[in-house]
């Protein structure tokens, strides 16, 4: 009999939830102020600061530096159990893999981009795909719109 990651997550009982409703709150919050800043010192840091970063695919930084803001808007969302904050997660989920989709054809037509990029749209898809799944679970039935 196998226990899936999200039964584990609740099973411990509310004060757990809890917890991992924090945990998945407070690392968005901490992703976007990080996801502002790298991406602010991108845009806004200057020649210098873009040829730092390289091949840079300026509407996967464009969105992502945009995309910033909604992930602090949305971790306090958990943080404070708004019910929106779901959907926040859901919308970023979504909006994400689009991008990354549209990061892929850029690609596939040989245009110019940095490995790490990739692996950061990786990233951000895996995150916020998790959170969207995971959040219904973490917030309580009142919050979650149960």
Do not use: D
């Not at 909604?70 to 989920?93: I, P």
């Amino acid at each position: 009999m196998g226990v899936s990651v999200v039964g584990s997550v609740t099973a411990g009982g509310p004060g757990r939830a809890s917890w991992w409703r924090w945990l998945a709150g407070g690392l968005a919050v901490a992703f976007g102020v990080a996801t502002l800043v790298e991406g602010g010192h991108t845009l806004f840091g200057g020649a210098a600061a873009r040829e730092a970063a390289g091949n840079v695919v300026p509407f996967v930084l464009v969105f992502n530096f945009g995309a910033g803001f909604l992930y602090v808007a949305t971790g306090l969302a958990v943080l404070a159990e708004r019910a929106w904050a779901v959907w926040g997660a859901r919308l970023l989920a979504v909006l994400t893999l689009a991008v990354f989709g549209a990061l892929g054809v850029h690609v596939v037509q040989g245009g110019a981009f940095e490995g790490r990029t990739v692996a950061a749209m990786t990233v951000r898809t895996v995150f916020w795909v998790a959170q969207a799944l995971l959040l219904p679970r973490l917030m309580s039935r009142r919050a979650a719109g149960s």
